[in-house]
């Protein structure tokens, strides 16, 4: 089993910056690739971005350039930092873990407004 808490979310203007955490435990030895999901309201969950255990990193096309994924394995933490947010990065912002199987956190949520 392994535990996810996320941390960071908030409010923020256009343009602005925040930077996410979320912490594992539990089995944590078997954690391979992690990774941030969000969902928006009335939208399915999208792969955000996700971080292999050696450190290559994928992002979808919406948020390249301004978004960055790093994981600290000492710390057992990944973090997401949101540059340059817009309106339509307002979502539920997830963390994922696969250890032999997904594991979810609860979700942090992010709100891009002015």
């Known amino acids: 089993q392994v535990q996810l808490v996320e941390s960071g979310g908030g409010l923020v203007q256009p343009g602005g910056s925040l930077r996410l955490s979320c912490a594992a435990s539990?089995?944590?030895?078997?954690?391979?690739?992690m990774g941030w999901y969000r969902q928006a309201p009335g939208k399915e969950r999208e792969l955000v971005a996700t971080?292999?255990?050696?450190?290559?990193?994928r992002y979808v096309d919406s948020v390249k350039g301004r978004f960055t994924i790093s994981r600290d394995n000492a710390q057992n933490t990944v973090y997401l930092q949101m540059n340059s947010l817009k309106p339509e990065d307002t979502a539920v912002y997830l963390c994922?873990?696969?250890?032999?199987?997904?594991?979810w956190g609860k979700g942090v949520l992010v709100t891009v407004s002015s």
């Open positions: 971080i292999t255990k050696g450190g290559s990193t």
């Open positions: 539990g089995n944590i030895f078997s954690i391979n690739d």
């Open positions: 994922n873990a696969f250890a032999r199987a997904n594991y």
